[in-house]
């Protein structure tokens, strides 16, 4: 049996999209017919906390009506038995890799289903809607918000994606359209430090150039087969 390399796979709204959920920048750039400059900033939530709330609890619900598709569950077979180092980060703020059964698995960017208190920092598990002014069940304060990062704010977990990144020997980028930063720069890190990178995509995105390869289709067929290959390759 080959040494089992260490692998990290970032994932964004692309794998998501067979599910049913609306990728960030379709037509017009609008997200479920929002500009995203109208709901994904702290300006927007200062602004009108109304509209944000809303359109995160409209997310939040329609995640009811979603499932896993074939890469997410391709994904969670990799977590499972994949002897080696494996981080799967993700910017996407739906649990369709949790129910999938990944486990490791980290939410760069928030989650539908948690609270953050702007007040004291805490996060909650959430399931209802949110509305603003929800009291902090750990320190009272009327400050509750979605858990989601806003373009302006640090992602979750940097330190932690950043020493995988570091100790990678493949790392993989699946749907996503590479245009959000700090995630779209993992890839010149991960080469830096010596990674093998692989980009699956429906259609090249601005930073094909910088993957050794790209494979070009639906994620729901190229993860699944480049996880098959990957077990093959650790088989005895
Ligand atoms: P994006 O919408 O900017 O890009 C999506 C990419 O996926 C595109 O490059 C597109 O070509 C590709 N794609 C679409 N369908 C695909 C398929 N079937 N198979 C493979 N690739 C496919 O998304 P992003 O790069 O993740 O950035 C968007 C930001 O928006 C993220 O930070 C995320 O937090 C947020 N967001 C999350 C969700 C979600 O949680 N599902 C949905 C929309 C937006
Ligand atoms: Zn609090």
Partial sequence: MAIADSIVVLTGAGISAE??????????????????????TPEALARDPLLVHRFYDARRAALAGVEPNAAHRALARLDAEW???????????????????????????????????????ARRAWRDDLPPGTACVD??????????VFFG?????????????????IFVSIGTSGAVYPAAGFVQTARWHGAQTLEINLEPSGGSHLFDESRMGAAGKLVPAWVDDMLASISP
Avoid at 139 to 148: E, H, N, S
Avoid at 162 to 167: E, H, I, S
């Fill in 139 to 148: 320190c009272g304060a009327p400050a509750l918000r979605p858990d989601i």
């Fill in 19 to 40: 599910s049913g959920i609306a990728t960030f920048r379709g037509p017009g750039g609008l997200w479920e017919g929002h500009r995203v400059e109208d709901v994904c």
């Fill in 83 to 121: 002897p080696g180092e494996l981080l799967i980060v993700t910017q996407n703020v739906d649990d369709l890799h949790e129910r999938a059964g990944a486990r490791r698995l980290l939410h760069m960017h928030g989650e539908l289903l948690s609270a953050l208190c702007a007040s004291c920092g």
């Fill in 153 to 169: 704010e640090m992602p979750y977990d940097m330190d932690r994606i950043d020493a995988a990144l570091a100790r990678a020997d």
